[in-house]
């Protein structure tokens, strides 16, 4: 497939277009790739000039596989060296396995996580986009154009662009949904992460340590690197200078001898990071007449779920398909279909918040409760199962109120062996033994 084409900010472009997006991230290139596959003349505006060089968002979900391998991404990835991981085992500070997800167990063609960068992640979706769709970089979206109460355009640059559709992906302080009038209040974690990037020789290894000083999670990287996350306080690395970093990390290495292997790693690199707050949000809609929400303007979940860019492309996919089964770009059918994806996105999204922030709680929140649901899923195959395809988005299986009860432990259950009967299936055929 041809690329879309990227222009310079001083390159002239049209005002007439059937969708814009506002925001060149992984929604926003999820949003044109779909819509422009529609056979949509699409335009993105990107405020930046460069795609941002930072560590957010390297491990797809299988659920985002089978979309990505659709619109040639995944093919990409992986020529560009992207790495499957088929297993995610959280563990005790000593490295003892307290509960563990095979994705191969999982009912797909693509039953691994995919991780890459996050740039490279970016230019792979760039790299795949339709002739139709356009990329202006360097290009702040000012504000909306509205025609009545319908959202019709956006200004950029002083000059109007009209569309049938704005979809705004401009990120969790979205500009175009407040305009819209949209609300997604925010709660903060208490924690911080702080990330590391580890070279040398390591074991290729993905494991979420849950530790008395918080979760430390580690990943393999193409080219033998390792991202490692360390949950910190607000102020636990402010003002500290290289004695003060190198006793920070001997006291990480010390509360979490899993680590050891990567030890040398860190501490050589433990100067160079990048320390991030975190937060949860989910709009009480994601959409007005004329405009839609995705990506992290709609919703919002703790980054060690490893779910945002998955949601988002699960965003695009969703809103190309309703927009598709309407069948043409009137005000009223794109509306109409604007509400069906309201529907359909915020169900999900709700289910994945959920289950995003009592995996969050599982591994960092060094609370009784968290602990005890540590436990409980990890003895439990059919809950830890459930909760495994519900991350992976290939599907939302509800957990009950008494699930929750024999996850903390407070309910013995006897069906905690039995498999769910998808797992059944795909073990039976086979696919356990990959
Ligand atoms: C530490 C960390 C680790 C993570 N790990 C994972 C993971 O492993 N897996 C996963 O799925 N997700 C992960 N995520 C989440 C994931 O990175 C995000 O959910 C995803 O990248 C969100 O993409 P977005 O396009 O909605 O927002 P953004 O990436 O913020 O993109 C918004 C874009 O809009 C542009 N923009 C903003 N305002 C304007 C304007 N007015 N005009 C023009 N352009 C504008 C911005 O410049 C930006 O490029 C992680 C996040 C963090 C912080």
Known sequence: MSHGHDADCDTDYDTEYDAVVCGAGVAG????????????????????????????????????????????????????????????????ADGTPRMRLDYGHLPTPQPWLLAHDYPTILRALGDSLPPGVEVRRGALVEGLVRTGDRVTGVRCDGTAVTAALVVAADGVSSRLRREAGLTAPRSDYPHRLAAFELTGTVPPDFSAYVTDGGLRLRYPLPGGRVRLYVQVAADELRGLGPDGLRAWS??????????????????????????????RTLAPALTVPGLALVGESGHLVHPMAAQGMNSSIADAHTLAAM?????????????HA????????????????????????????????????????????????EVMHTMSGLGIRRL????????????????????????????GSGAAAR
């Not at 509360?255 to 433990?270: H, I, K, S, T």
């Not at 039995?418 to 795909?426: D, E, K, Q, Y």
């Open 250 to 279: 001997d006291r990480v290495l010390r509360g979490c001898p899993g680590l050891d292997p990567v030890a040398e790693a860190f501490r050589a690199g433990v100067a160079d990071r990048q320390v991030l707050p975190v937060s």
């Open 338 to 385: 604007l509400r069906r994806y309201d529907t359909a996105r915020r169900h999900d999204l709700h289910h994945i918040g959920r289950t995003s922030h009592n995996a969050a709680r599982m591994i960092t929140g060094r609370s009784w409760i968290g602990d005890r649901a540590l436990t409980g899923t990890g003895a439990n195959d059919r809950i830890r199962h």
């Open 29 to 92: 290139l999820s949003a044109a790739c779909a819509l422009g596959r529609l056979g949509h003349r699409v335009l993105v505006l990107e405020k930046r000039p460069e795609p941002q060089q930072v560590a957010k968002g390297e491990v797809l979900q299988p659920g985002s596989l089978g979309i990505l391998r659709e619109w040639g991404v995944a093919d990409r990835l992986e020529a560009a060296g992207a790495l499957r991981l088929e297993h995610l085992v959280a563990r005790a």
């Open 400 to 427: 009950t109120p008494v699930d929750r009860l024999h996850q903390i432990g407070v309910l013995p259950d006897p069906r905690a062996a039995r498999l769910p009967g998808w797992a059944r299936t795909v073990r």
């Open 323 to 335: 927009l598709r089964q309407g069948g043409s770009l009137q005000d009223d059918v794109v509306d």
